[in-house]
């Protein structure tokens, strides 16, 4: 096993201390190792997130009624993200995950995710509704992106009443997103998709998805949280489900589903946390707590974020 910390050797294995031990990571294989038997000291402990979400735009061209993401057109800019992402890279952070709005209507995404790819060791992902896969993006993409999250909260009607697209002009997409990387489905979960997620496993499986992320709905702009009553369907799902898709859920909400975390030590901020589109760090993508970023670095900005959540909690 060759073990680098090399940003030009993109394709060995990265290595990053914490309280759980030394973890290794393969951005191609994406295979983690966890040798908890070393003890790493304190002062060698990684001090960036081990995962970074960077939203780089709030536009996009949908208008579902759960998003929350602020409806304003602000933008990153690229030098920005490159710096803070070298910074983080260079801490130890493992992967990034490009968001929005819809990260494929920012103007320079296809560089962004070849820059990164090249220039780091970073593992390259992204979250979006899959309208704008063709196969030229998908061919400008392939070699970059690690992972892509395709949003599909439901099927057939269920589907077009959220997101108002024909369900089949999505299905029409995940050829070309099946080219790009594997890929994994994102499904918003409430009492209209709950009903439907039987459908979605099986679609998702159809075409070629590996993995099902389930996001139990987050109180937004006048929609009401995921009811106690739906949450509890969801457990009994997850429970019964004997499918071959991977379950993911998303930390807020892992309370009462059967998880496992090898990195439970390495929490908080240490295994967390999320960019915004106006260059404000936060905790969580939802979270109302937030420290600009401006001209500063990210982890300098960290140890504000953190002095400020500790601040909150007394
Ligand atoms: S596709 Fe995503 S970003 Fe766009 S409106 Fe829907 S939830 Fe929001």
């Known amino acids: 096993?060759?073990?680098?910390?090399?940003?030009?050797?993109?394709?060995?294995?990265?290595?990053?201390?914490?309280?759980?031990?030394?973890?290794?990571?393969?951005?191609?294989?994406?295979?983690?190792?966890?040798?908890?038997?070393?003890?790493?000291?304190?002062?060698?402990?990684?001090?960036?997130?081990?995962?970074?979400?960077?939203?780089?735009?709030?536009?996009?061209?949908?208008?579902?009624?759960?998003?929350?993401?602020?409806?304003?057109?602000?933008?990153?800019?690229?030098?920005?993200?490159?710096?803070?992402?070298?910074?983080?890279?260079s801490n130890g952070t493992f992967g990034v995950g490009f968001g929005g709005g819809e990260p494929t209507l920012y103007p320079e995404f296809v560089k962004l995710c070849q820059d990164i790819a090249h220039e780091t060791q970073l593992s390259v992902s992204f979250t979006t509704h899959g309208h704008h896969i063709d196969d030229v993006l998908a061919d400008s993409l392939h070699g970059s992106v690690n992972f892509v999250r395709v949003s599909m909260d439901g099927v057939g009607a269920t589907y077009e009443s959220i997101r108002h697209r024909p369900f089949y002009e999505l299905l029409?997409?995940?050829?070309?997103?099946?080219?790009?990387?594997?890929?994994?489905?994102?499904?918003?979960?409430?009492?209209?998709?709950?009903?439907?997620?039987?459908?979605?496993?099986?679609?998702?499986?159809?075409?070629?998805?590996?993995?099902?992320?389930?996001?139990?709905?987050?109180?937004?702009?006048?929609?009401?949280?995921?009811?106690?009553?739906?949450?509890?369907?969801?457990?009994?799902?997850?429970?019964?489900?004997?499918?071959?898709?991977?379950?993911?859920?998303?930390?807020?909400?892992?309370?009462?589903?059967?998880?496992?975390?090898?990195?439970?030590?390495?929490?908080?901020l240490l295994a967390y946390a999320h960019i915004d589109a106006m260059g404000i760090l936060k905790p969580t993508s939802y979270s109302d707590t937030g420290v600009e970023l401006g001209d500063r670095g990210v982890l300098q900005t960290l140890e504000q974020l953190t002095h400020d959540l500790t601040e909150n909690d007394t």
Not at 26 to 55: C, F, K, M, W, Y
Not at 185 to 196: Q, S
Not at 202 to 229: F, H, K, N, T
Request: aromatic share 6%; charged share 20%.
């Open 172 to 268: 029409a997409r995940f050829q070309h997103v099946r080219s790009i990387s594997s890929f994994g489905i994102n499904v918003v979960i409430n009492e209209l998709t709950l009903p439907n997620l039987d459908d979605v496993a099986i679609v998702a499986s159809d075409v070629g998805a590996c993995e099902l992320l389930l996001l139990p709905q987050v109180p937004i702009r006048g929609v009401p949280a995921i009811s106690q009553d739906t949450l509890q369907g969801l457990r009994r799902w997850v429970d019964s489900y004997r499918g071959s898709l991977k379950l993911c859920i998303n930390e807020m909400s892992a309370e009462g589903f059967p998880t496992c975390d090898p990195l439970g030590q390495e929490c908080g």
């Open 1 to 89: 096993m060759k073990v680098s910390t090399n940003n030009h050797q993109a394709d060995h294995w990265k290595m990053r201390g914490g309280p759980a031990g030394l973890h290794l990571f393969n951005r191609t294989t994406g295979l983690n190792v966890l040798l908890d038997e070393v003890a790493v000291p304190l002062s060698l402990h990684a001090r960036a997130p081990r995962q970074v979400s960077i939203a780089l735009t709030n536009r996009c061209d949908l208008a579902c009624a759960h998003c929350y993401a602020p409806k304003s057109r602000a933008e990153l800019r690229f030098d920005d993200i490159t710096r803070w992402l070298a910074e983080l890279d």
